[in-house]
Every structure is written in structure tokens, then in C-alpha cells.
């Protein structure tokens, strides 16, 4: 079992630029494929991007591919998502996740509480 903490998320102008982190703790990190989602107001929790547990094999969502970049240090227990030419509609609540990997929410057993992201235009 793993716990995860997210941080980075804040109110960022149209075009502007964050990074997110995921810190894993109390479980073995680095075994876990790990994933970043975002929810909306009122809307499904979508899937944004996720990597293997080595990093070695990405997958971005169409909405995000070329702006936003997931990579992991497992070292440091940690998550990231490099967010640029942020938009409007990139506000949501941003989670991260660990299990088996993949696009879909079903394919992760753990979640973060979610950091919210808020991007004015």
C-alpha cells in the first residue's frame, strides 16, 4: 500500500507554466505504475498522462500531448507533471495515482487527495 501526497497546483495566468509533484510514501513507490487524472466541476474524472514504473513507456492524453509532460524520480518516492501553455480549460482538481497503469481510472488502486489547478484567461 502506498500513500500519495500531490503539491504545485495553484492560480496561474492563460499561457503560464506548473509543475506538479506526487510524493509516494509507505509502500514501494517505484514497483507501481503511476498516473496524473483531473477533475472538473460537475464533470468525469479524465485521464491526463501516466508512465511505467521505470519511466520508460509514457502515454499523454490528446487534450495535453506537447504541453504537458509526466516523469518520475524514483529516488525521490516522487510524481511530476511539467504543465506549459497552460488554458482555461486545464482548471480542475489534478490527482495522481499508483497500480496497474493505463488511461483508464479502474487501472489504479491508489489516489491522492488532488491539488487544484486553476488557470485564468
Known amino acids: 500500500q502506498v500513500q500519495l501526497v500531490e503539491s504545485g497546483g495553484r492560480l496561474v495566468q492563460a499561457g503560464g507554466s506548473l509543475r506538479l509533484s506526487c510524493v509516494g510514501s509507505g509502500g514501494t513507490f517505484s514497483t507501481y505504475a503511476m498516473g496524473w487524472f483531473r477533475q472538473a466541476p460537475g464533470k468525469e474524472r479524465d485521464f491526463v498522462a501516466a508512465?511505467?514504473?521505470?519511466?520508460?513507456?509514457?502515454m499523454h492524453a490528446d487534450s495535453v500531448r506537447g504541453r504537458f509532460t509526466i516523469s518520475r524520480d524514483n529516488a525521490k518516492n516522487t510524481l511530476y507533471l511539467q504543465m506549459n501553455s497552460l488554458k482555461p480549460e486545464d482548471t480542475a482538481v489534478y490527482y495522481c495515482?499508483?497500480?496497474?497503469?493505463?488511461?483508464?481510472?479502474?487501472?489504479?488502486?491508489?489516489w491522492g487527495q488532488g491539488t487544484q489547478v486553476t488557470v485564468s484567461s
Open positions: 495515482a499508483a497500480g496497474r497503469g493505463g488511461d483508464s481510472k479502474y487501472g489504479y488502486d491508489y
Open positions: 508512465l511505467s514504473w521505470n519511466g520508460g513507456n509514457t
